[in-house]
Nanobody, 122 residues
Framework: QLQASGGGLVQAGGSLRLSCAAS????????MGWFRQAPGKQRELVAA???????NYAGSVNDRFTISRDNAKNTVYLQMDILKPEDTAVYYC??????????????????WGQGTLVTVSS
């Protein structure tokens, strides 16, 4: 089970840190990803991290967001800085049983958290 938290309302230019705590499975050996879905849009990859620590980011968040993992806490984080109104979305964490790379597509992720809402006001 994946439990996402940390969403909320923030002004443009602000920061939030999302957390994804895993229970019943270990995140250290899996590719973990953060995805987001804005109203009327498809779910998209925001950032992913492999078991070896390699990362992949969507171009729209590169240099603003940072994905990391704490294997001791079985938790993955998404640090979001310089937030923009277009970052407003429900953010989901996910884990893959099949993927070995941080560049795998959304279809390779088979475990999903419940989502946490991020709202960025202008």
């Amino acid at each position: 089970q994946l439990q996402a938290s940390g969403g909320g309302l923030v002004q443009a230019g602000g920061s939030l840190r999302l957390s994804c705590a895993a229970s019943g499975r270990t995140v250290s050996s899996r590719v973990m990803g953060w995805f987001r879905q804005a109203p009327g849009k498809q779910r998209e990859l925001v950032a992913a991290i492999s078991s070896g620590g390699s990362t992949n980011y969507a171009g729209s968040v590169n240099d603003r967001f940072t994905i990391s993992r704490d294997n001791a806490k079985n938790t993955v984080y998404l640090q979001m800085d310089i937030l923009k109104p277009e970052d407003t979305a429900v953010y989901y964490c996910a884990a893959s049983s099949y993927c070995s790379s941080s560049t795998c597509g959304i279809g390779m992720y088979d475990y999903w958290g419940q989502g946490t809402l991020v709202t960025v006001s202008s």
